[in-house]
């Protein structure tokens, strides 16, 4: 079975400050991984995914992440944090074989506050 | 504007009563979700459709649940005498690969 682990619940940066959150996932075959943000009250909001090729993957709001097979990562990075990136932030990972539904399996979430 | 348009937003209701949620795509896509995020947790997959088909169903979803997508378009799902454990908010998600646009849920809370 599928798993994401998100080695950090809350992280807290300064404003300006460089980020990287943690992802870690268990899978057998070729998985594809999202990471999403989520602000209280709201759905979430896809910031970028990964399905194959390039394994640094550029995404919305100046974030990227980068696909590591073999450290089983995919962790979300951003050279300079905005007070607006304060929010909840979840990876998630896929059934990326033949036929699938693309139902994905998600972390418990990384809270990030952002200090001024 | 995230594309998918949930409602009600928020419902209360008492231990045992049924509720029903709906969701709203605003544009066509074949592949609808359903997930339920309880508090401190991400999202629990709950079941999926292709077009009008529901293709697959989560252990979470006991026999008091019961999803339906009549013309593949929008979706509802139904909460029959409802719990307390139910307490939590149901999130409607579409896209071609994956659940990739998320309505801003419905929360539902049981008194």
């Known amino acids: 079975a599928q798993s994401v682990t998100q080695p950090d619940i809350h992280i807290t940066v300064s404003e300006g400050a460089s980020l990287e959150l943690r992802c870690n996932y268990s899978?057998?075959?070729?998985?594809?991984l999202f990471w999403y943000v989520q602000s209280p009250g709201q759905g979430l909001q896809l910031l970028l995914k990964y399905f194959s090729g390039d394994t640094l993957v550029q995404g919305i709001k100046g974030f990227e992440a980068e696909f590591k097979r073999s450290q089983s990562s995919f962790n979300l990075r951003k050279p300079s944090v905005h007070w607006s990136d304060a929010a909840e932030y979840f990876c998630a990972v896929g059934d990326n074989s033949g036929g699938s539904n693309y139902k994905l399996t998600f972390g418990k979430g990384t809270l990030l506050t952002v200090n001024p | 504007d995230t594309g998918v348009s949930q409602n009600p937003r928020h419902k209360i209701t008492k231990r045992g009563q049924n509720v029903t949620f709906r969701c709203d795509p605003i544009s066509e896509h074949n592949r609808l979700y359903w997930y339920r995020q309880t508090l401190g947790q991400g999202p629990e997959f709950l079941t999926y459709f292709q077009n009008e088909a529901q293709l697959e169903k989560s252990r979470l979803l006991s026999d008091r649940f019961s999803a339906e997508r009549p013309k593949g378009s929008f979706s509802t799902l139904e909460i029959q005498r409802t719990e307390q454990g139910d307490s939590a908010m149901y999130l409607c998600a579409f896209g071609d690969r994956g659940p990739q646009h998320f309505g801003d849920g419905t929360r539902l809370s049981i008194l």
């Open positions: 899978y057998g075959a070729t998985p594809y």
